[in-house]
């Protein structure tokens, strides 16, 4: 079915719940406080029903300490209706309610006059000329103006006719989090039911059995029944009102201003990247560093801005800027937000909610405020750009995810996903792979015997080394370069193709006093009487006839030929059936211990032997 939620705003005693019971037959003001004293003090809800779906109503309180309560309200509508008396015309409860409804980014629907009743005919006309004059310049200068009263029922007709009209309309074009996202604005307990809480929900359906995480604090709140206006239900689709029985949840686990979310949707954080955009009254001006009331969803928490630029944002102005809140908060990108000023209590912008989960930033950091500009513009080619800069040369698509609500699972064009889940101009790895073959090219041209090149003197300091990483593993998924410790080469590269038949008679010559050296061969010193020498000793043990090992505590490389090392596991498996120290071992090969040691590591690390504290024994059958 479809459904809408529309938030009913304006001034304190303008008649918005008697609007609303009038349409609906529901009395909104539920408490007894509320009923004694003739005031709303908390969001109120009800239903109209209509040929083409259900709308939800949310009056929200109209006096001004209730500012907050009216956030939690309006916050889950898709649309506001502004409620103007006749008699009284705008106040300032109105205007307020005005900037914060445009803070909020919800559609005008309309303006409802009410207490119409009260103005005599021939007056009538010029009362609503005043009204359209007030609201020139806002939101709602250009959306129907129904008169109506709620005594008489004059015009009720015209202004459910206008709220059924609303779910003819195209759906907004909104940000929504990612899974089902609950901000909760009431919390109380039922005898043998236990918790309930109430909210409209956001993001993605939710059932009869779902799993939520519980912000704050993090419980896990399993979903042991659904309500929806008045009505059992086993499912409720996002925009609709809905009370949710918790199961294992206390009541008090419930903080003021708390969020039921899909597991894994969002992360709490106290870094909050944000939109900031400013009213255009005079004390609306905002210095870098300043503590401001911030409210979104159901939450409200005090917050520092950080402006990225520093010094201070004009009245009327925007841009970007962090909150650092002194809790951690849990919200989505796209969410709106409302801010007023600690002290004299009063609304001064909004903000919109690009990164909910941001590092520490500075206000000179330009790179980020180039992000957040891109994010402004939701192009997602500008801020996959501008999350590469700020990555130098490479980003994570989980953060361009929290920057475009929805993003497909697709990436922007021209961009490619390298390294799991990290992202890089295809341009710029083409580029970087290309040169990166080239120098190792070049390298194997200059020394055409070495079997690798060291990544170090490969490197070249223009490309960001994320980037030049990121190529390199490009490259080896590829088989078109691989890799060792010592370094890189490309696949085609041959070094033993290249060897001259003098050269050739060398190595033989090298790895016959290998093999003759037995367990004490000549040290790689003693082999090597020049650099040509060393990389044919490098080609004998990439091409496994000799083996180097390291001895670690003597901060030594020894070259053993393959068949040494072959014979001395041979000798030891024969002379022990049972496990064995590295003492034994040693006896048993006539070697010393500055041997036997990376022997016995290079025996455990071919499968062969089996350590177990001081002794080894062999892995498999003897």
């Known amino acids: 079915m479809t459904s809408c939620a529309v938030v009913v705003l304006g001034h304190v005693d303008h008649g918005k719940s008697a609007l609303v019971e009038a349409l609906t037959g529901t009395r909104t003001d539920r408490l007894p406080e509320e009923r004694a004293r003739g005031l709303s003090i908390v969001?109120?809800?009800?239903?109209?029903?209509?040929?083409?779906?259900?709308?939800?109503?949310?009056?929200?309180?109209?006096?001004?300490?209730f500012i907050r309560a009216v956030v939690a309200g309006a916050s889950g509508a898709a649309a506001a209706v502004l409620v103007v008396s006749a008699v009284d015309g705008l106040r300032a409860q109105t205007l307020e309610h005005l900037a914060i409804s445009g803070f909020l980014g919800l559609i005008p629907a309309f303006?409802?006059?009410?207490?119409?009743?009260?103005?005599?005919?021939?007056?009538?006309?010029?009362?609503?000329?005043?009204?359209?004059?007030?609201?020139?310049?806002?939101?709602?200068?250009?959306?129907?103006?129904?008169?109506?009263?709620?005594?008489?029922?004059?015009?009720?007709?015209?202004?459910?006719?206008?709220?059924?009209?609303?779910?003819?309309?195209?759906?907004?074009?909104?940000?929504?989090?990612?899974?089902?996202?609950?901000?909760?604005?009431r919390a109380f307990a039922l005898p043998g039911r236990g918790t309930v809480v109430t909210g409209t929900l956001l993001g993605a359906p939710l059932a009869q059995g779902d799993r939520l995480v519980l912000h704050p604090g993090g419980h896990a709140a399993p979903v042991r029944e659904l309500h929806s206006r008045g009505e059992p239900c086993a499912q409720v689709a996002p925009g609709a009102r809905v009370a949710v029985n918790l199961r294992g949840v206390a009541l008090g686990d419930v903080a003021r201003g708390a969020v039921l979310h899909a597991p894994g949707a969002v992360r709490p954080g106290r870094c909050v990247d944000v939109w900031l955009r400013l009213g255009p009254g005079p004390d609306s001006a905002l210095r870098h560093m300043d503590r401001l009331w911030v409210m979104f969803g159901a939450t409200g928490a005090v917050a520092q801005v950080r402006l990225l630029g520093g010094g201070q944002m004009a009245a009327g102005g925007s841009g970007p800027a962090q909150l650092r809140f002194e809790t951690a908060v849990v919200a989505y990108s796209g969410?709106?937000?409302?801010?007023?000023?600690?002290?004299?209590?009063?609304?001064?912008?909004?903000?919109?909610?690009?990164?909910?989960?941001?590092?520490?930033?500075?206000?000179?950091?330009?790179?980020?405020?180039?992000?957040?500009?891109?994010?402004?513009?939701?192009?997602?080619?500008?801020?996959?750009?501008?999350?590469?800069?700020?990555?130098?040369?490479?980003?994570?698509?989980?953060?361009?995810?929290?920057?475009?609500?929805?993003?497909?699972?697709?990436?922007?064009?021209?961009?490619?996903?390298?390294?799991?889940?990290?992202?890089?101009?295809?341009?710029?790895?083409?580029?970087?792979?290309a040169d990166l073959c080239a120098r190792l090219q070049t390298a194997h041209d200059l020394a055409?015997?070495?079997?690798?090149?060291?990544?170090?003197?490969?490197?070249?300091?223009?490309?960001?080394?994320?980037?030049?990483?990121?190529?390199?593993?490009?490259?080896?998924?590829?088989?078109?370069?691989?890799?060792?410790?010592?370094?890189?080469?490309?696949?085609?590269?041959d070094p033993d193709a290249r060897i001259t038949p003098a050269q050739r008679a060398r190595q033989h010559a090298m790895a016959r006093a290998l093999l003759e050296g037995g367990l004490a061969p000549p040290t790689p010193k003693e082999l090597c009487a020049d650099e040509t020498d060393t990389d044919l000793l490098a080609l004998l043990i990439a091409g496994g006839t000799a083996v180097a090992l390291r001895n670690v505590a003597l901060n030594r490389t020894l070259v053993f030929?393959?068949?040494?090392?072959?014979?001395?596991?041979?000798?030891?498996?024969?002379?022990?059936a049972r496990p064995f120290t590295t003492g034994e071992a040693r006896g048993a090969l006539a070697t010393t211990r500055r041997v036997i040691v990376p022997v016995l590591e290079h025996l455990d690390a071919r499968g062969l032997t089996e350590r177990s504290g001081d002794l080894r024994r062999w892995a498999g059958p003897r």
């Open 43 to 65: 969001p109120g809800f009800a239903h109209c029903a209509c040929d083409a779906g259900i709308v939800d109503l949310i009056d929200a309180p109209g006096h001004r300490d």
């Open 111 to 185: 303006v409802a006059v009410t207490q119409i009743d009260r103005i005599a005919p021939r007056d009538r006309r010029a009362c609503l000329a005043r009204i359209a004059g007030a609201l020139a310049g806002t939101g709602f200068a250009q959306v129907p103006r129904i008169a109506c009263s709620a005594v008489t029922g004059e015009g009720l007709g015209d202004v459910r006719a206008a709220l059924c009209g609303l779910l003819r309309r195209p759906p907004p074009d909104r940000a929504l989090p990612p899974g089902a996202f609950l901000p909760v604005d």
């Open 335 to 433: 969410q709106h937000a409302v801010l007023r000023r600690l002290s004299p209590a009063a609304t001064i912008g909004g903000a919109v909610i690009r990164d909910p989960e941001a590092t520490p930033a500075r206000a000179g950091d330009t790179e980020r405020a180039a992000l957040l500009r891109a994010a402004e513009t939701g192009d997602a080619g500008r801020i996959a750009a501008a999350l590469i800069d700020a990555g130098r040369g490479i980003a994570d698509r989980a953060h361009l995810a929290r920057l475009i609500p929805g993003l497909p699972n697709a990436l922007p064009r021209g961009y490619v996903v390298v390294q799991g889940d990290r992202f890089v101009s295809g341009d710029a790895l083409a580029a970087c792979r």
């Open 448 to 493: 055409p015997l070495k079997p690798l090149v060291p990544r170090a003197a490969l490197h070249d300091r223009t490309w960001p080394a994320p980037l030049w990483r990121a190529a390199e593993a490009d490259l080896i998924r590829d088989a078109r370069v691989r890799a060792a410790d010592a370094g890189l080469a490309l696949a085609g590269h």
């Open 561 to 576: 030929h393959h068949e040494t090392l072959n014979t001395a596991a041979r000798t030891l498996r024969t002379a022990f």
